[in-house]
């Protein structure tokens, strides 16, 4: 049962703009929850944390955002750069599974110039 | 480079092959997890080693094969695989098992395909 949940499997978005990518997940007790960015022949790269305490966390060009009522996370890039267009994954993890990451299906981004 | 390092990062076997993947981190950390990738799934979780102990083993096949020697190398062992076994196979490292703040460091995976 896939408790992270991304919905879109792929984004087009013009260079400049901002670039929304969505994530739900089911289970309540994920409290932490983590985006990963990963360009093709490579292994994922941690981008951005946000703990459930909090419903914002900003690192430069790049902000999430969690919903905890509606158990929904989005991750906001602006402006988006063309070295962005990659595949960026949701994960959340729980106290009570060690913290444990859990993923979803990734979404793949693409900035167009 | 990540400090991860994964080899062979493409592997073609038959069904009745055995072979291994090896992982290797520089980064001094304790904990090291196999994932695997496959299309149109979300990363699961294979193994998890702590301090060279294993401690998770996310109900994988024994047809896969953990090792661990010492903090700085993972193996997985393979052995009468199936084709629905291909998949990317991810190594990662991160300081130690269960610290909310730790992130996961990734090699680059090894792309296998079972014929």
């Known amino acids: 049962d896939q408790q992270v949940k991304q919905n879109s499997p792929s984004l087009s978005v013009q260079e400049g703009r901002i670039s929304i990518l969505n994530c739900d997940y089911t289970n309540s007790m994920f409290d932490y929850f983590l985006w990963y960015k990963k360009y093709p022949a490579e292994g994922p790269t941690f981008l951005i944390s946000i703990s459930s305490i909090k419903d914002k966390n900003e690192d430069g060009r790049f902000t999430v955002f969690l919903n905890k009522s509606a158990k929904h996370l989005s991750l906001h890039i602006v402006p988006s750069q063309p070295g962005d267009s990659a595949v960026y994954f949701c994960?959340?993890?729980?106290?009570?599974?060690?913290?444990?990451?859990?993923f979803g299906k990734g979404t793949s981004l693409l900035v167009t110039p | 480079e990540t400090g991860v390092t994964q080899t062979p990062r493409h592997l073609v076997m038959g069904m009745t092959n055995k072979k291994s993947l090896k992982c290797e981190q520089h980064?001094?950390?304790?904990?090291m997890y196999w994932y695997k990738q496959s299309a149109k799934k979300p990363l699961e979780l294979m193994f998890v080693?702590?301090?060279?102990?294993?401690?998770e083993n996310n109900s994988v096949p024994s047809r896969f094969s953990p090792e661990c020697p010492n903090s700085s190398h993972l193996f997985l062992h393979l052995h009468t695989l199936q084709p629905e076994d291909s998949a990317l196979y991810l190594c990662a490292s991160t300081t130690s098992q269960g610290n909310r703040n730790e992130k996961l460091f990734f090699g680059s995976g090894t792309q296998l395909s079972v014929l």
């Open positions: 994960a959340a993890s729980a106290l009570i599974s060690g913290y444990a990451l859990n």
């Open positions: 980064l001094g950390h304790n904990a």
């Open positions: 080693y702590n301090f060279k102990e294993q401690t």
